[in-house]
């Protein structure tokens, strides 16, 4: 597992007071660990924190599963991050 | 009861009147408050005097609420040099009087950046603060002028019966989260903006008072500080009037 996917997981168990193992690549935010509206957006704002990157609205839209978000912020790492 | 011990306020049109007050109210009860202005340094400075000497303490925070930009920028400063950001209070407004038949465009325009979006700005940023502190109580000082509409004040009045509106939804919104959003509506206040009243029409809204007093910016700090506190947790999305009965 890469280091970025690590952090993701961590970020995710963090915020979703979930235990890391339940963050599997497969499971998705809202159906599979019980996050809400809210508790996206609460996500995304620390993503954006922890990897300086800048999210936007249609792009959070997509970011379903745990892969979805390790996904895209891998692909969007600012030079020299990660 | 309504301890802020550790709780990090901010409170815009803080330099003068009711902002004045609640600023104080806040800072004697424990919490750090960020005491906005947008141009009277001076007055600022004296609220910030009189925070200290009711054993509080706070800071100055120069911005113009219709700046979206800046106030994004003060929230985020004041909540990372006090560790977050529990209570914020829109309570910076204009009043540009007159008959609607006169207004210009510009005074509409003038009403809703300072009274509308300042509020909507201040809690956007502050709401995005009180998630992350898993607590937070949003206030907003609206008039019971937006309640029972007042000959020459369209604007003022639309403008604070739309902070009801948003609180809410903003109550709503963020309820999930601990988060609560309230109004206050004070009716007939001793401040600089109603002393610039004539007289007979002072006297005359008096009588519409069952109280039979002007109030003071203290009597609305006191609902603010309720507001704001833990004890009102089960609040929220509501309006308190605090107008002597003027409006029941």
Known sequence: ?82 | MFDLQGRVAIVTGASRGIGRAIAVTLARQGAWVGVNYARNAQAAEETLAAMRAAGGDGELLPFDVSDSAAVTEAVDGLAARRGGLHIAVANAGIAVDGLLLRMKDDDLARTFATNVNGALYLARASVRLMMKAKWGRFLAVSSVVGQTGNVGQTAYAASKAALEGAARSIAREYASRNITANVIAPGFIDTDMTAALPDAMRSKILEGVPLGRLGSAEDVAAAALYLASNEAGYVTGQVLNVNGGLYV
Not at chain 1, 1 to 19: P, W
Not at chain 1, 30 to 45: N, R
Not at chain 1, 50 to 58: K, M, N
Request: charged residues 35%; proline residues 2%; glycine residues 4%.
């Open chain 1, 1 to 82: 597992m890469s280091d970025t996917e690590q952090r993701v997981r961590a970020i995710i168990a963090k915020h979703l007071e979930i235990d890391l193992d339940k963050v599997k690549s497969e499971a998705a935010f809202i159906e599979d660990l019980g996050a809400d509206s809210l508790a996206i957006v609460e996500l995304v704002l620390a993503f954006e924190e922890e990897f300086d990157l800048d999210i936007p609205d249609s792009e959070t839209e997509r970011i379903r599963t745990v892969q979805d978000a390790v996904d895209f912020i891998s692909s969007h790492l600012p030079r020299g991050n990660g």
